[in-house]
């Protein structure tokens, strides 16, 4: 690949650090998607919806989690992770851990998947990507884990971080996203640019391919997933003295976040990779290291294979991808794959953040007929993609 030319991009653009709400700890998808809902409207019409709001989040017919209704969870714990941050673990109750149950494995199948909590003073919804299951977990526990950013001024962050021991949350879901491996086939590279608590969706996907499943069964022929994570500040960077060997890894001083992804490293080696940046250490993402990223990926393994894809393909068309939601993978799971059975697939490379994160490093997505589509490359994938006519066509950008 040629060179493309030299531009850093931070955890968060100056728009974002003067507007809390669009930050990394309360930014997409734990990260989380940065909707209101309801929106705006006349008084009468808000009241009858707040009704519908309430009455919804208690229904008398099925309380288990179903992506229509809020369903009640208890709060386990809070347990802080860094000064700005902290893990949230909470779990069904009893009355409803056989189906909550049943519908957690689905989604922990289905790999990439998010719930809503609500803040019901302000009457606000924003989705939250739950961690994985730890080590000696299957994720049928009835138990949830989130990280969680607290931003002044974050409305859902600074709610859920009130959020004690024996306190009542509520959620909505579960929502399927990407169906990564459909997407990835017979390819096994991976690169994951996360902003913040982006790295959600990042972790459960190294759970999807690399915790419980393979391509063929073979540990040799496991992805390789790479991520570069990007941080405002130096203690947000989870587990990074540690990985580097600057800290020695003690058990008692660990936080659950933390020993997972040491866990997920000492079970993956090199399958499983995090570089770290800092604002405040002047260390960004900038377009050359993407650049290398993207050509390293991989780069132990012979040389790719895989044929063009169809534009036709629901799975790896670059085309189709940029009219459709992350949702629509989830429902649609029979759709076929009209590449050649040889050799098909697609490397991937994702970008999950804030809002600004995301237009700085794939283009924003883009709203029509009232669905919120992947819309076109941009940004710094983009002018890869320009500058190095070619060298892009074996990758798909999935925006998060």
């Not at 936080?255 to 604002?279: A, C, E, T, W």
């Amino acid at each position: 690949m040629r060179p493309v030319q030299e531009r850093a991009f931070s955890a968060s653009t100056p728009a974002q650090r003067s507007s809390s709400s669009t930050t990394p700890g309360s930014g997409p998808k734990s990260k989380t998607k940065n909707r209101r809902s309801p929106l705006a409207l006349p008084i009468g019409a808000a009241t009858v919806l707040a009704a519908s709001w309430y009455a919804l989040g208690s229904g008398t017919k099925d309380e288990s989690l179903n992506d229509t209704r809020f369903t009640a969870f208890d709060v386990v714990s809070n347990e802080p992770v860094s000064p700005t941050a902290f893990v949230l673990t909470i779990r069904s109750r009893d009355s409803e851990l056989a189906k909550n149950s049943a519908k957690l494995k689905a989604a922990w199948e289905h790999g990439l998947w998010s719930v809503e909590f609500k803040q019901p003073q302000l009457q606000i919804a924003r989705h939250y990507t739950p961690l994985p299951p730890l080590e000696g977990e299957d994720g049928t526990e009835g138990q949830l884990r989130f990280l969680v950013r607290k931003m002044q001024g974050g409305e859902m962050s600074n709610y859920l971080s009130r959020m004690q021991a024996g306190s009542q949350v509520w959620l909505r879901g579960p929502h399927h996203g990407f169906d990564i491996p459909k997407r990835l086939g017979d390819a096994g590279e991976i690169v994951f640019l996360a902003g913040g608590t982006g790295i959600a969706p990042a972790l459960q996907m190294v759970h999807k391919l690399l915790d419980t499943s393979s391509i063929d069964g073979s540990a040799d022929n496991r992805p390789s997933i790479r991520i570069l994570w990007a941080n405002r500040r130096s203690f947000d960077c989870v587990a990074r003295d540690q990985l580097q060997g600057k800290l020695k890894a003690d058990d008692e001083m660990q936080s659950v976040f933390l020993r997972q992804i040491l866990d997920m490293k000492r079970k993956h080696g090199n399958h499983f990779s995090i570089d770290y940046y800092v604002d405040d250490e002047k260390k960004l993402i900038g377009i050359k290291d993407v650049d290398v990223a993207l050509r390293s990926a991989g780069a132990a393994k012979p040389p790719s294979t895989l044929q063009p894809a169809h534009k036709s393909c629901r799975w790896h068309s670059t085309e189709l991808l940029a009219v459709s939601m992350d949702e629509d993978d989830g429902q649609m799971p029979g759709a076929a794959c009209a590449c050649a059975q040889e050799g098909s697939g697609r490397k991937i490379v994702c970008v999950s953040g804030p809002d600004g994160f995301i237009e700085a490093f794939a283009g924003p997505k883009r709203w029509a007929g009232g669905r919120e589509l992947q819309g076109p490359v941009q940004g710094v994938l983009g002018t890869i993609k320009r500058q190095n006519k070619g060298t892009m066509d074996d990758w798909l950008v999935l925006k998060m």
